[in-house]
């Protein structure tokens, strides 16, 4: 780091502590930790036994269907992305789904998605560049913008009501996955599925965000947030988050059973 990435980074330091002190300090105390966390997983050592087996067709549609697509618009994704697409999309499988990717490129993946979803499903696609536009079709719709821009976002809300499934492939920068997430969360329906894609590389700075998102969620105080978010999921290179279908009840751990070992007291409750 060169002096004015590092005066750089001191000053955004100094800014965020200003904003709140309390928080920055908490976080401050989590560096060693992740410092050690760190350290254990670069030194892990397991062997698993070799050879995964080979995905069986029909096993997961998505994967059949890139595996056979060898000819026309392009596909771009990593391998072990569809197994996880699969086991958070399936449910959306046949039903009334709006899809939103980020990033259309070559156009492949809109036509995979309504492959995938079925005929009710419509498609939006998000892309900075305008030669997408020829993507569009009864059942794709394509806004050209920049997903790092937050009046591009209040533009498409004004004009989408909600989507169920976000699909974030695009300029992949930290500021840009962040921007889109903040703009988009609340706009996503109950129940609906959020996915990041290609958050590469250790101390990447949206995936540091997203921890931050996982540290709220352990909140022991009641947040919007925690009755919104049902789960957050992270996959090497993806970060996936599942939202509640409906307000769940208040987080409670009650104790079942009337024979208690004296040694142990649990003060969640008390
Ligand atoms: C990795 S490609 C998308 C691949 C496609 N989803 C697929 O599965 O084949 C990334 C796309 O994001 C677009 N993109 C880059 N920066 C963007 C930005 N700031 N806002 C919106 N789209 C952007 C690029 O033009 C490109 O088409």
């Given at each position: 780091?060169?002096?004015?990435?590092s005066?750089?980074?001191l000053?955004?330091?100094?800014?965020?502590?200003?904003?709140?002190?309390?928080?920055?300090?908490?976080?401050?105390?989590?560096?060693?930790?992740?410092?050690?966390?760190?350290?254990?997983?670069?030194?892990?050592?397991?062997?698993?036994?070799?050879?995964?087996?080979?995905?069986?067709?029909?096993?997961?549609?998505?994967?059949?269907?890139?595996?056979?697509?060898?000819?026309?618009?392009?596909?771009?994704?990593?391998?072990h992305?569809?197994?996880?697409?699969?086991?958070?999309?399936?449910?959306?499988?046949?039903?009334?789904?709006?899809?939103?990717?980020?990033?259309?490129?070559?156009?492949?993946?809109?036509?995979?998605?309504?492959?995938?979803?079925?005929?009710?499903?419509?498609?939006?696609g998000?892309?900075?560049?305008?030669?997408?536009?020829?993507?569009?079709?009864?059942?794709?719709?394509?806004?050209?913008?920049?997903?790092?821009?937050?009046?591009?976002?209040?533009?498409?809300?004004?004009?989408?009501?909600?989507?169920?499934?976000?699909i974030?492939?695009?300029?992949?920068?930290?500021?840009?996955?962040?921007?889109?997430?903040?703009?988009?969360?609340?706009?996503?329906r109950?129940?609906?599925?959020?996915?990041?894609?290609?958050?590469?590389g250790?101390?990447?700075?949206?995936?540091?965000?997203?921890?931050?998102?996982?540290?709220?969620?352990?909140?022991?105080?009641?947040?919007?947030f925690?009755s919104?978010?049902?789960?957050?999921?992270?996959?090497?290179?993806?970060?996936?988050?599942?939202?509640h279908?409906?307000?769940?009840?208040?987080?409670?751990?009650?104790?079942?059973?009337?024979?208690?070992?004296?040694?142990?007291?649990?003060?969640i409750?008390?």
């Amino acid at each position: 780091m060169n002096l004015k990435h590092s005066l750089s980074a001191l000053n955004k330091l100094r800014k965020s502590h200003s904003k709140q002190p309390g928080l920055f300090k908490q976080i401050l105390h989590s560096v060693p930790v992740i410092c050690n966390a760190n350290r254990f997983a670069q030194s892990y050592q397991e062997q698993l036994p070799n050879g995964a087996p080979l995905k069986q067709p029909g096993e997961n549609p998505l994967w059949d269907y890139f595996q056979n697509h060898t000819q026309g618009h392009g596909i771009w994704k990593w391998e072990h992305y569809f197994d996880v697409y699969h086991r958070h999309l399936a449910k959306f499988v046949g039903k009334k789904t709006d899809v939103l990717e980020i990033g259309i490129y070559s156009g492949g993946s809109l036509e995979m998605w309504r492959s995938y979803f079925g005929e009710k499903c419509h498609i939006y696609g998000v892309d900075i560049e305008e030669a997408c536009k020829e993507y569009e079709n009864n059942y794709v719709s394509v806004f050209i913008g920049d997903q790092e821009n937050r009046a591009f976002w209040n533009d498409f809300k004004d004009k989408v009501d909600g989507i169920d499934v976000l699909i974030d492939d695009g300029g992949h920068t930290a500021a840009q996955q962040q921007v889109t997430l903040e703009e988009m969360l609340r706009h996503i329906r109950p129940g609906g599925v959020y996915i990041c894609e290609d958050i590469h590389g250790t101390h990447n700075r949206f995936s540091a965000y997203a921890s931050g998102l996982v540290d709220q969620l352990n909140s022991m105080r009641d947040s919007q947030f925690q009755s919104a978010v049902h789960s957050i999921h992270f996959y090497p290179y993806m970060l996936v988050i599942e939202k509640h279908a409906v307000q769940p009840k208040k987080l409670n751990a009650p104790k079942h059973g009337t024979i208690w070992q004296p040694f142990f007291k649990n003060t969640i409750n008390e």
